[in-house]
């Protein structure tokens, strides 16, 4: 038998996680992803989207993925259960249980992106000395 949600079941395992001493929680009190935004956008160059198509994730949140991916030294597959299957990387990432998430090759292309501009390395510099 399952049982049914409570209305706070989703906060108290927050908390609970918290408490455990949630390493993504605590780089989200510490580091300012925010700053990384110029640089993100900077080197990504969208399209202007007049042909349509699905608007691209934001590159703050895909590059919170790779801190994820990286700390874990995770595969882009597996990168992509962990942020669709963890509470604590769906808090990290600020997204909720129906939110949209990166698939595989997204979290691929994005981390591709970043390498082929040369900024990837500077990025985690950054990232490292925050």
């Known amino acids: 038998m399952v049982k049914q949600s409570g209305f706070f079941d989703v906060e108290e395992r927050v908390a609970r996680l918290s408490g ?17 935004r110029p640089d993100l956008e900077k080197v ?5 989207r007049i042909k349509g198509g699905r608007p691209p ?11 994820i991916q990286t700390l874990n030294n995770l595969s882009d597959e ?4 962990l942020i669709n299957g963890c509470l ?10 129906s939110e949209r998430m990166p698939d595989a090759r997204t979290v691929w292309l994005f981390r591709e992106r970043l ?10 510099n950054h990232f490292d000395t925050t």
């Open 20 to 36: 455990l001493g949630d390493q993504l929680e605590a780089f989200s009190r510490t580091v300012d992803f925010e700053a990384f």
């Open 44 to 48: 990504l160059t969208y399209s202007d």
């Open 57 to 67: 994730f934001d590159p703050v949140l895909m590059f919170r993925i790779l801190v």
């Open 78 to 81: 597996r990168t992509e259960y």
């Open 88 to 97: 604590s990387c769906m808090c990290f990432l600020r997204l909720g249980l």
């Open 115 to 124: 390498t082929q501009a040369g900024a990837i390395e500077g990025l985690f």
